[in-house]
């Protein structure tokens, strides 16, 4: 009855996963770095050495359990990407990644001397203190440089403040080598024909960087989120993958192409798909296209049972986070004084544009207790799902029933607490005290009248007040 019988338990079958790990324009990326990691791992031994893709950028993940893994794709000079899947017995998945580059500094401010101040190089010769790091110098060709000592036969660097928003620490060609750091973060190695006092490290805008991606013209570095684009051998197998993504990131979409990636794509691809992944503007036409097929295969004969199970969380999932984007962007629309007119947020929120509103499929929700058993471990990443699932089906008795099994059986505390909450808030109103809630006997009954009950009395009374 239970996932942990009737999932982990299960037939202890390998699990493959291959494919190519390239850059966005097909080509090799010359250092990787690709981590497994389990979601609640039982133990130390459920832990993956990090490894890196071939020379041509094939690369092969063995998996020998079932549960929920996140896969870390990380290149020099791009950005890194994560995505989820869930293992049970597939024999194997084939998918193809191209990562997209980071976007480094064009240089347009590169003439106020407070700015450079943050550009900073620092490695083994300062014990890799960015506090003490030597700051950039702008020169007269444009470019930026510092000059860092040689006080060893190898010099091991990284630059900080050279790329937008994420990027982080990095290295800079030229580079004999490259290394990877204790935190998973690639340096500059030099060792040949080193000078015998001092090094300089230049950066020119748009030259020194050998990996470039070509971006929409109104591209807005701050917002620009990008990090891979994907595609499946199998098309189905994306469904082990993007309803997890769905449940848990809500500004994150899944840049899933249906085409072959090993040649790379074109400027003018880059640029299509890009704006159509992570432009603002595009996020709700995206989320109706992807409820819109992932209805339709939530009945999909073809695929795995466990699939349909944690499609049919994913297809409530994109419901929830298309209603979020639409208040978001109706909200931003509203002037300061349309803001003070509407008065309540009941008002507020009457006023979303509904055009083009999806309904959602309360038959198909009304699944879920048989599909997906109570101890899933996608449950993990649902923390809104299911105040939403109960306000979607008003409080229908069938999911109440269900999420008491939630709470009786989940081994994820975080996720009983979760459960919890969303049966306190929708069925408060029903009772004069907590402790006539089902919920709440079920919660003293497994764990005494702990931390969760506390909880529950402050949920319970917060919300009477509210109503009030």
């Not at 063995?62 to 597939?90: A, C, M, R, W």
């Not at 070509?214 to 051998?233: C, E, V, Y």
């Not at 880059?270 to 992570?278: C, K, L, S």
């Not at 999909?300 to 208040?327: D, K």
Request: without cysteine; glycine residues 6%.
């Amino acid at each position: 009855m239970f996932f942990a019988a009737g999932f982990v338990l299960a037939v202890q079958a390998q699990t493959t996963i291959k494919g190519s790990l390239l850059s966005v324009d097909g080509r090799t990326i010359p250092e990787t770095i690709i981590s497994v990691n389990r979601e609640n791992p039982r133990d130390i031994f459920s832990r993956f050495e990090d490894q890196s893709a071939d020379s041509d950028g094939s690369y092969t993940i063995t998996i020998h359990e079932p549960g929920v893994y996140n896969i870390t794709f990380k290149g020099i000079y791009h950005h890194s990407f994560t995505i989820p899947f869930l293992i049970v017995d597939q024999d194997e998945i084939e998918m193809d990644l191209l990562l997209l580059p980071i976007v480094y500094n064009d240089g347009r401010f590169f003439g106020n001397e407070e700015y450079l101040q943050w550009i900073r190089v620092y490695g083994n010769f300062n014990g890799y203190d960015y506090s003490s790091g030597i700051p950039f110098s702008l020169n007269d060709d444009g470019s930026v440089s510092a000059m860092i000592p040689v006080v060893s036969d190898t010099v091991r660097y990284q630059v900080r403040g050279l790329g937008y928003g994420r990027a982080g620490a990095m290295p800079l060609p030229p580079a004999d080598e490259y290394g990877i750091r204790d935190d998973n973060t690639f340096e500059s190695v030099r060792y040949r024909n080193l000078p015998p006092d001092s090094l300089e490290i230049r950066f020119v805008p748009g030259e020194t960087i050998p990996f470039r991606r070509n971006l929409p013209n109104d591209a807005d570095h701050d917002w620009l989120n990008a990090d891979a684009l994907i595609s499946f051998r199998n098309p189905t197998d994306r469904y082990w993958a993007e309803p997890i993504v769905l449940i848990r990131n809500f500004r994150r979409n899944v840049p899933i192409l249906e085409q072959d990636l090993k040649t790379g794509l074109t400027d003018i691809e880059q640029a299509q798909y890009v704006e159509m992944f992570y432009s603002s503007e595009s996020i709700t036409d995206f989320l109706r296209e992807t409820i819109e097929r992932i209805e339709k295969e939530a009945d999909n004969p073809s695929l795995h049972p466990q699939q349909r199970a944690i499609v049919t969380l994913g297809y409530a999932a994109a419901h929830y986070r298309l209603e979020m984007h639409q208040r978001i962007v109706h909200r931003k629309q509203l002037s300061v004084r349309d803001m003070m007119s509407a008065g309540t947020r009941g008002d507020l929120e009457s006023d979303i544009d509904q055009s083009g509103h999806i309904s959602i499929d309360t038959e198909l929700i009304l699944q879920i207790p048989e599909r997906v058993v109570p101890t899933h471990p996608v449950w993990n990443r649902a923390q809104m799902l299911p105040q939403y699932l109960l306000n979607s089906t008003d409080t229908n008795p069938v999911l109440v029933d269900y999420f008491l099994e939630v709470v009786k059986h989940h081994p994820d505390e975080n996720v009983v607490w979760n459960v919890t909450g969303a049966l306190i808030r929708k069925q408060a109103h029903n009772y004069s005290t907590v402790k006539e809630m089902g919920v709440y006997k079920a919660i003293t009954e497994r764990f005494g009248e702990r931390e969760l009950a506390r909880r529950a009395h402050e949920i319970f009374h917060a919300n009477r007040s509210n109503q009030r």
